[in-house]
């Protein structure tokens, strides 16, 4: 699976010197994805497609989220439910265990599996930065935004995300 890094860019400009840096330390063009506001004209770079200006990552991570709080209450009504109606103590046992079990995968979820959604950079974008985006292996991150720092220091980090290749983001 490969990470997503997200770098904010002041123009064009510089956004084109970033992707000409990238290709040569390996990132191809085709893992590059450039997003601007409305009226920024991104000429020769490669665009985000649909998809990826859409965030369908985040918003699959929403509904799974949703989800998961859903049976949670769904389990404690239950849970409720059954001890009002006074039933035997181990029926109790399998709503409390299917809340245990959402608990558990809620809290891995949200520390173990970071993520950065498009709507954190809906302001830049506004005021006419350019949000480039490479997705590149877990291994190469370090390396990736060293060399980011290190050549272009215009370029303020966004953050890292996955990135899902099953998703065609």
């Not at 085709?30 to 409305?38: F, L, N, R, T």
Request: proline content about 5%; charged content about 20%.
């Amino acid at each position: 699976m490969k990470r997503r890094l997200y770098f904010l860019l002041p123009d064009v400009g510089h956004a084109r010197e970033l992707i000409g840096e990238l290709g040569m330390n390996g990132v191809l063009t085709g893992q590059i994805h450039v997003m601007a506001g409305p009226g920024i004209d991104l000429e020769d770079l490669p665009r985000a497609s649909g998809p990826q200006q859409r965030d369908v990552g985040g918003r699959l991570e929403t509904w799974l989220w949703d989800g998961n709080l859903a049976v949670f209450c769904i389990a404690l009504l239950a849970l409720l439910l059954l001890a009002y109606l006074q039933v035997a103590w181990y029926w109790l046992l399998l709503p409390a265990a299917v809340m245990l079990l959402t608990f558990v995968l809620g809290e891995e979820f949200t520390r173990r599996i970071p993520n950065v959604h498009l709507s954190e950079f809906r302001d830049a974008l506004r005021h006419e930065e350019v949000l480039l985006m490479a997705d590149v292996p877990a291994g190469a991150v370090a390396q990736i935004e060293s060399l980011v720092h290190r050549h272009h220091p215009a370029a303020v980090t966004g953050g890292v995300g996955w990135h899902v290749d099953a998703l065609h983001t």
